[in-house]
């Protein structure tokens, strides 16, 4: 397996892209938001809700996080992904606009919204998701002046998994680029 260079430069064009993907579906009426095309499905607003649960569990620990780090005056813009990191960014990120298995989600994920959704739960959903990944640009934007490699974040599921931030900005990222795809075949 090839390495895994990762720069915030790359990071912050890409999620910019979603940012402005969600910004598109927001506008889309209130059927296409909210029907799945099966049951066992999620309809776009649970995708997103999805990514807020995701990333909730995330902010805190980059905040932490970024308490450890020393400031660096100067870095190399491009940092390289370790092994096992790699291996599991790489199971998010969607390949040739395909995601490359479907995964159980865990209970704590799920996005549980109470039925019926109103114009109202649909509109806080989407608000949420643009505060968290706000706090995401600004966690990339941040890193740049620090030694990242002078802590790390657990991973959601658990220490099985533990990131630098480069890495765990990098498997967000793909986690939500992921979603996207998903997003696109609920849409079709």
Same mark, same amino acid.
């Given at each position: ?16 892209? !979603? ?28 995708? =997103?809700?999805?990514?807020? =649960?995701? %990333?909730? !569990? %995330? ?18 813009? /491009? ?14 990120? #969607? ?34 998701? %643009? ?8 966690? =990339? ?12 974040? !657990?991973?959601?599921?658990? #220490?099985?998994?533990?990131? %630098?931030?480069? /890495? ?17 075949? !609920?849409?079709?």
């Amino acid at each position: 397996m090839a390495s895994l260079r990762i720069t915030s430069e790359n990071q912050i064009q890409r999620l910019n892209q !979603i940012m402005n993907k969600v910004q598109s579906l927001e506008e889309l009426d209130m059927a296409q938001l909210t029907t799945t095309p099966n049951a066992k499905s999620w309809n776009v607003v649970e995708v =997103i809700q999805h990514l807020n =649960i995701a %990333y909730g !569990i %995330y902010m805190p620990r980059l905040d932490e996080a970024f308490t450890k780090l020393p400031d660096v005056t100067s870095g190399s813009s /491009e940092f390289k992904a370790r092994w096992w990191q790699k291996v599991v960014i790489a199971g998010q990120r #969607p390949k040739n606009g395909k995601r490359k298995w479907k995964m159980k989600t865990l209970k704590r994920f799920e996005p549980l919204l109470d039925q019926p959704l109103t114009q109202e739960k649909i509109d806080a959903v989407f608000e949420t998701f %643009y505060i968290r990944h706000a706090h995401l640009k600004e966690a =990339i934007l941040k890193s740049r002046s620090k030694d990242v490699t002078q802590a790390k974040v !657990i991973s959601a599921i658990g #220490p099985i998994v533990n990131f %630098y931030l480069p /890495e765990c900005f990098e498997f967000l990222l793909c986690h939500m680029e992921r979603h996207m795809v998903q997003v696109d075949g !609920i849409l079709k």
